[in-house]
């Protein structure tokens, strides 16, 4: 239902592109506002270009000359009379600059304080701030280790193995995981590697150099971990609710391919624990909106500690919107208008998102090409940016679609899944479909009892 307040939003412009740009366009269309699309030359016949009320084109494939230029993005919203931005994820999503640009312009960012972003956005300083507000962390560094010397201390004091990451940016990107000195050094290069190639698309994106040098964060690795994830949600009027968990263990590079919720490998008492922790967590930066805070679980121990905070849409909020019957883009839509709606969030069943890429199934590398054939599966939630005839460019990330399912337990979930990643079918492009059936099939997913090394077992 439109409201006074939500319409003083539209038109809304998404800036962004393929599968989250038409599913927010979903959203804001059936709430009665226009939808403004932009797009990039290599994106033009893409379905979000042409299910938009308006599209304006920005340039180049290459996203730093499209997606990530500011200027283009806020001179697309003024050509439109755009009145809201809604950066959906990735791109310019966690980019302070871009969101303080957004509200100095007069427009309405769906999304946290470009604060918040900022506080969050450097791993280590979240770290810092959660452990201040009484959220579990891991041993690790409390200051950026800039040099592999510093490194080697930071280590020796937590103990190995330890995990070795850039203390900005997200996805995965540079994780790695040392288990002596030698070890470590590979990791610390690495990761130093990913910290610049962070820094310089920051600076594309009008970041600056907010994360200059190569900010290293090294933690305590937890062996046999799950990545457990708590949807929240922050009101106008201060409250911060937890929306459950999501299990999002199943990674290949430490990038997530899987989702599920609930997460079969948290006890009643430890989801009590984590959703009180991520309510605290979103607390303490006043933190408006849709966001992740993400934890690793011991599952023998049944205790967790925070790992980062996403202050943005996931890709894998519709497994929480299958559980809860909730639209997050709509609840997001209605905070950023000042609405504080009200939430009932009891959840339901179970829901399991396959991420379909085009990928070469066994190593996971990136597989563009055209789509000579695309068939979705008929009783299952696919939230897709492309369709028959479209060509996945190199260009950008290389998801293709989300491939949701929901049943009354997770053993029916399982089962229909099946029958999902069975009907769908895509030609043309390599995709990793039959990676997702070899899953359905391996005795540990089934069981629910697995961890974020299963893809490297069931590739060893």
């Not at 891991?138 to 040099?147: I, K, L, S, V, Y």
């Not at 994106?205 to 799950?226: F, K, M, N, T, W």
């Amino acid at each position: 239902m439109l409201t006074a307040t939500l319409g003083t939003l539209g038109p809304v412009l998404i800036a962004n592109r393929g599968e989250i740009a038409r599913r927010i366009i979903r959203t804001v269309r059936r709430l009665g506002l226009r939808a403004v699309a932009v797009y990039s030359e290599a994106d033009a016949d893409l379905p979000f270009v042409t299910e938009a009320d308006e599209a304006v084109p920005l340039g180049l494939a290459n996203p730093a000359q499209s997606y990530l230029d500011v200027d283009k993005v806020l001179a697309a919203a003024r050509q439109t009379g755009a009145r809201a931005v809604h950066p959906g994820y990735g791109f310019l999503a966690e980019n302070a600059a871009f969101a303080r640009a957004v509200t100095e312009a007069g427009l309405v960012w769906i999304g946290p304080s470009p604060e918040a972003i900022e506080r969050m956005g450097d791993k280590i300083n979240a770290r810092n701030l959660m452990e201040a507000a009484g959220v579990p962390v891991a041993a690790g560094t409390r200051e950026p280790a800039t040099d592999l010397q510093r490194a080697v201390a930071a280590a020796a004091e937590i103990g190995y193995p330890v995990m070795v990451k850039t203390a900005g940016g997200g996805g995965g990107i540079g994780m790695s995981v040392a288990h002596d000195e030698k070890g470590l050094e590979k990791a610390f290069e690495q990761a130093s590697r990913a910290a610049a190639r962070f820094a310089g698309a920051a600076t594309a994106g009008g970041e600056g150099d907010v994360l200059a040098g190569p900010a290293i964060l090294l933690e305590r690795y937890i062996e046999r971990a799950r990545h457990v994830e708590v949807q929240i949600l922050g009101l106008p009027d201060g409250r911060v609710v937890a929306l459950g968990e999501r299990d999002c263990s199943v990674q290949r590079r430490h990038q997530k391919v899987v989702e599920e919720s609930p997460s079969p490998g948290v006890t009643p008492e430890l989801r009590e624990r984590m959703l009180a922790a991520a309510v605290r967590a979103g607390e303490a930066v006043g933190y408006l909106g849709a966001g992740t805070v993400e934890c690793l679980v011991d599952a023998d121990k049944q205790d967790f500690v925070f790992l980062e905070m996403n202050t943005r849409l996931q890709v894998e909020h519709p497994v929480t919107e299958l559980v809860t019957g909730l639209d997050l883009v709509e609840l997001q839509l209605r905070v950023a208008a000042g609405e504080n709606p009200e939430v009932c969030h009891e959840p339901r069943g179970h829901a399991i998102e396959f991420r379909v890429y085009a990928e070469d199934p066994k190593r996971f590398f990136p597989g563009p090409g055209k789509i000579t054939v695309w068939r979705e599966p008929a009783d299952a939630r696919v939230d897709s940016g492309y369709v028959e005839g479209n060509t996945v460019t190199p260009f950008y990330d290389p998801l293709m679609a989300k491939l949701c399912v929901y049943g009354d337990s997770r053993a029916q979930a399982i089962e229909r899944a099946r029958d999902a990643v069975a009907g769908f079918a895509v030609e043309g492009p390599k995709n990793n479909l039959p990676f997702c059936a070899e899953l359905l099939d391996n005795a540990e997913f089934v069981s629910g009892d697995y961890d974020t090394g299963l893809v490297g077992r069931m590739r060893a």
